[in-house]
């Protein structure tokens, strides 16, 4: 199964007549762009991709929710994408383009210490664990 994204790009590229290259060569970018994601499951930058999502119509938020829950997030499934954490900050409301960039970035790095993290504890700790400590009495 697709992802929700590639869905709403293949749909909205269909309701306006676009080709894959077509598409590409009207948001400004290569001509192999659209045919990349779509074919050979390349993950575009936020920047191109917010350029094709303009020229299908949509926000790179509404490109990437098509199709999920509801927006005040009942019955919402978790996140699990890049392309998911991109369109949750593309909504939030006076952030910049470079702030997204920044946020999204930021979250990428602790998710990727959070897994070390796991896997690390999921391969056995065979540190040694703390002993106690002496206490030592006043001497008199």
Known sequence: MEPVW?????ERMQARGFTMKSASLAAGLNETFVRDILERGKIPSIDKFAKLAAVLGATVGELLEEGHASADGSNAAP??????????LERIEGLKQTDVQIAFSVIMNALAVSKAAQAQGDSGDRSERPSRRRVSSPSR
Do not use: D
């Open 6 to 10: 590639i869905k709403g790009i293949r």
């Open 79 to 88: 996140i699990r994408s890049e392309a998911e954490i991109l369109a949750v």
